[in-house]
């Protein structure tokens, strides 16, 4: 067995007071999605944990990489067949995170996901680089295959057919409604700051502070 218990970390970089708190959550989202692409320690600071529940009633998380960023939600771009496209045709709630360790910071979301429009889909497919576009033909995501050997094969093939390619009807875009923020700052002796947006049914947003 492996005991983590031990292990401690302090979290003392920045705050979430209540002057820095204002009426639109979006905004607070921009300048924390500025701040992670200017931190050099950061890779992919639009990398994001997607978790659905399928109709089992099981939740599945997974990263992947919000794409645009709208005036009410987020997209990203995925295979519809994939398992998270199966659970979000089924139950259209989902819950996606960001976490920026060195910045010391986490948000959390709520929203409603559904299909962007085909041009869209098509907009951001044809605007990828060629073997983007092929490794999306190829692949049937989260299908069982016989072996590695099979998936580069098919990708090899397409490829020599890559003045014809098109983008497959099952892959395309989400857009997710968002109805809920949840900003975390870490903050020393875990008194960490919570603030949570939630939507309301005039689109404006109610604000409280969480215990941490």
Not at 73 to 94: L, Q, R
């Amino acid at each position: 067995m492996k005991d983590f218990s031990d292990y401690r970390k302090n979290y003392s970089k920045s705050s979430l007071l209540d002057h820095d708190i204002v009426k639109n959550p979006f905004v607070l989202f921009k300048s924390w999605l500025k701040m992670a692409e200017d931190d050099s320690q950061i890779d992919e600071p639009n990398a994001m944990t997607l978790s659905t529940v399928n109709d089992k009633n099981e939740p599945r998380s997974r990263v992947v990489l919000m794409k645009m960023l709208k005036k009410n939600g987020i997209v990203f771009f995925t295979n519809y067949e994939s398992k998270k496209g199966d659970a979000i045709k089924k139950n259209h709630n989902v819950c996606i995170s960001f976490f920026w360790p060195s910045l010391e910071k986490q948000i959390i979301i709520n929203g409603i996901c559904s299909k962007i429009s085909e041009k869209e889909s098509d907009d951001y497919f044809y605007s990828r680089p060629l073997d983007s576009q092929i490794g999306a033909i190829s692949s049937d995501q989260s299908k069982e295959i016989p072996s590695r050997e099979y998936l580069e094969k098919k990708f090899n093939e397409i490829k020599k057919n890559s003045p014809n390619l098109s983008r497959p009807n099952n892959w395309g875009g989400f857009f997710i409604n968002i109805n809920e923020f949840e900003f975390w700052q870490g903050r020393s002796n875990r008194l960490h700051d919570r603030i949570v947006f939630s939507k309301s049914s005039n689109d404006s947003w109610t604000v409280k502070r969480l215990s941490p």
